[in-house]
């Protein structure tokens, strides 16, 4: 029996099937250009998948243009650029990024002791246990570093390369080199002067593509394998990374060693080390983080402790008042009043403790609680129920105003636990340090 070619492979319903379990579907009105949400796909899944697997099949499929979409950094005035693409494509190359990631994962070592970004078994959580274990062993200076426009900087040609070369056949080369090359669309609803963002990012891989993540960790492999043969204590998460050192010193020569890697083999760059090489702010240095602020993957750390970065809760607290404003849900169809932002603010609520529950989460307990407290209260009040006094409370904000609030009782009766009571629920191992 021939062997089916890996064109033939990925485009099987079954497999497509497969390729669509495993996309990123969290944003059900998530668009690209043709304004086919998510969800307006999903209702009607087996037809689309049948069609998909024939233009595959037949090698007339296509790749539509992707939305321009530019994300404010922390950086004031600096973006980041994501190309979202239609979802159809989307599914394409996720079945594509499976494919690869089962003939390369091994040849490539991808599941290796330092990357823990878009892997299986991997995470956030993995990478900070990591960290602390360096620490624990007498690794106590941190070197941070940073790619500079890491996805806009690869080599698109050597990495393709890399790829097509240990690859059985050639029967999908065209497609992932397509799925690269998407044209940018929706650009005029932006200034000028910010198209830049897209026109120097042609060469590079896209940020959004399903491709990339992968892409990213095989172009990266070769410094992954150079800092573990240096027995360097290397922990990184796509291209954000971290070195853990027992002095400066060789803080300093993990440092070059990175240089030559990025710099002189893979054509990339890190921003340069500052004087004093502990200069906060900068984007490569080197810190004592007993006595320097230091951040890895929004979770902090001095030495003692280990908590959520004030910028994350910052970042929840916007969300809850989005949700909360039912204001903003005036020409949203799905939308049904109170359940609705009971059901957003549970998901929200419970998927952020579960993501941060091995850290001392419970530190921000009070102010995240008293906050919904708060904004619960205020729909209600909206929405035009009349509240018993027994049921409210005074509860005091970040910025130390004093304002009503649900009473803890209440609050749980909403449905909407108590972070308290919701992370009791939970199977957790905090880190110890």
Not at 252 to 261: G, R, W
């Amino acid at each position: 029996m021939t062997p089916q070619s890996l064109l033939q492979q990925i485009s099987s319903p079954s497999y497509l099937k497969d390729a669509w379990d495993k996309l990123n579907k969290s944003n059900k009105d998530s668009r690209g250009v043709s304004s086919e949400t998510i969800k307006e796909f999903q209702d009607s899944l087996d037809a689309h998948i049948k069609e998909i697997s024939k233009q595959l099949l037949s090698n007339t499929y296509k790749f539509n243009g992707v939305r321009a979409v530019l994300l404010k950094k922390k950086t004031p005035g600096e973006y980041r650029p994501l190309r979202i693409a239609d979802i159809r494509d989307r599914l394409v190359q996720k079945a594509l990024s499976a494919k690869l990631e089962d003939l390369l994962s091994t040849k490539y070592k991808l599941n290796n002791q330092c990357s823990f970004a878009y892997q299986k078994d991997t995470g956030v959580e993995k990478a900070i246990v990591k960290v602390i274990e360096h620490f624990k062993n007498g690794n106590k200076i941190i070197l941070e570093a940073d790619i500079k426009k890491f996805f806009d900087s690869v080599n698109r040609k050597k990495l393709l390369a890399k790829v097509f070369i240990e690859l059985p056949d050639s029967s999908i080369n065209s497609l992932i080199e397509e799925s690269l090359e998407q044209s940018v669309e929706g650009l005029d609803k932006y200034s000028q002067d910010l198209h830049y963002y897209f026109s120097e990012s042609l060469d590079g891989i896209p940020q959004g593509n399903p491709l990339s993540p992968l892409l990213a960790n095989i172009y990266l492999s070769e410094f992954d394998q150079r800092m573990i043969r240096e027995n360097i204590c290397l922990v990184r998460y796509a291209d954000d990374f971290i070195v853990l050192c027992k002095s400066a010193k060789e803080a300093e020569n993990a440092l070059a060693i990175a240089k030559e890697e990025l710099e002189t083999n893979l054509g990339l760059e890190l921003h340069p080390l500052p004087s004093p090489s502990y200069l906060r702010g900068s984007k490569t240095r080197i810190i004592d983080p007993f006595y320097h602020e230091f951040s890895f993957l929004s979770i902090r750390f001095d030495g003692k402790n280990v908590w959520v970065s004030e910028k994350k809760v910052k970042d929840l607290l916007e969300k809850i008042d989005n949700i909360t404003d039912i204001d903003k849900f005036t020409n949203d169809k799905d939308f049904q009043g109170l359940i609705t932002v009971i059901k957003r603010l549970k998901n929200l609520l419970e998927g952020w403790l579960s993501s941060f529950k091995f850290v001392d989460v419970d530190r921000e307990f009070n102010e995240i609680d008293n906050f919904i407290n708060h904004k619960l209260l205020q729909v209600f009040i909206k929405l035009d129920f009349k509240i018993k006094s027994t049921a409210t409370v005074d509860v005091r904000l970040k910025n130390r105003k004093v304002v009503q609030g649900f009473s803890k009782i209440q609050r749980n009766n909403t449905g909407v636990l108590s972070c308290e009571d919701f992370i009791k629920t939970l199977d957790r191992k905090k880190i110890i340090i």
